[in-house]
């Protein structure tokens, strides 16, 4: 019953921007705090970023800081990841998936889909 749905993935020159969605269905997204995670090929996964069920604190991997932004809107059961000046080295699979409780410190336990990100001139 509960699901996560990424939208927004694509291919982009580097330098450009993207916007990633992360619709929740199934349960009160207000009770959970949600990350973004990546893979590319070869690769293992890795964090991305993560927001607190409210929305009060976030987390960011030091390879994207300063570059994307998370952020959520409960009202709409949807967290976004703006992607700005983007590398071919973010090019991977990205998923947003929801943690066990409001805590981004808590494991991570139901993906999306994915969506692809293409980094490339």
């Known amino acids: 019953q509960l699901q996560l749905v990424e939208s927004g993935g694509g291919l982009v020159q580097p330098g450009g921007s993207l916007r990633l969605s992360c619709v929740a269905s199934g349960f009160t997204l207000d009770d959970y705090a949600i990350g973004w995670f990546r893979q590319a090929p070869g690769k293992e996964r890795e964090g991305v970023s993560c927001?607190?069920?409210?929305?009060?604190?976030?987390n960011y991997a030091d390879s994207v800081k300063g570059r994307f932004t998370i952020s959520r809107d409960n009202a709409k059961n949807t967290v976004y990841l703006q992607m700005n000046s983007l590398k071919p080295e973010d090019t991977a699979v990205y998923t947003c998936?929801?943690?066990?409780?409001?805590?981004?410190?808590?494991?991570?336990?139901?993906w999306g889909q994915g969506t692809q990100v293409t980094v490339s001139s």
């Open positions: 998936a929801r943690k066990a409780s409001r805590w981004c410190s808590s494991p991570t336990v139901h």
């Open positions: 927001i607190s069920s409210s929305g009060g604190s976030a």
